[in-house]
């Protein structure tokens, strides 16, 4: 079965970092593309980040480059998420995904095409 799990959510002061990770089970993904979703109360879900199997590109909400970066460890079936200058507005329960095997495009923003979705961590960002 598998499994795309969320950790290191937690609570921070507007302009401080946190770190997320994504640890994925059950198979591989080094040949998925993934991506970090974010959702807040009361709106739709919203694209973040995406990144292509190899890692070799990305793409990036507006509101986050700069702020954010993403990576992954092929090796141990993991995404991260490093989020700096934390913002208020970046508040949100945030959602890894992944896609189906090389799917084409190699990087997309729809979360209609990602095909497997964590749980969600919280991620709360005080003024």
């Known amino acids: 079965q598998v499994q795309l799990v969320e950790s290191g959510g937690g609570l921070v002061q507007a302009g401080g970092s946190l770190r997320l990770s994504c640890a994925a089970s059950?198979?591989?993904?080094?040949?998925?593309?993934m991506g970090w979703f974010r959702q807040a109360p009361g709106k739709e879900r919203e694209f973040v980040v995406g990144?292509?199997?190899?890692?070799?590109?990305?793409n990036y909400a507006d509101s986050v480059k700069g702020r954010f970066t993403v990576s992954r460890d092929n090796a141990k079936n993991t995404m991260y998420l490093q989020m700096n200058s934390l913002k208020p507005e970046d508040t949100a329960v945030y959602y890894c995904?992944?896609?189906?095997?090389?799917?084409?495009?190699?990087?997309?923003?729809?979360?209609?095409?990602?095909?497997?979705w964590g749980q969600g961590t919280q991620v709360t960002v005080s003024s």
């Open positions: 059950g198979r591989t993904f080094s040949r998925n593309s």
């Open positions: 995904a992944a896609r189906s095997y090389e799917s084409i495009p190699p990087v997309a923003s729809n979360p209609r095409m990602y095909d497997y």
């Open positions: 990144i292509m199997w190899s890692g070799g590109v990305t």
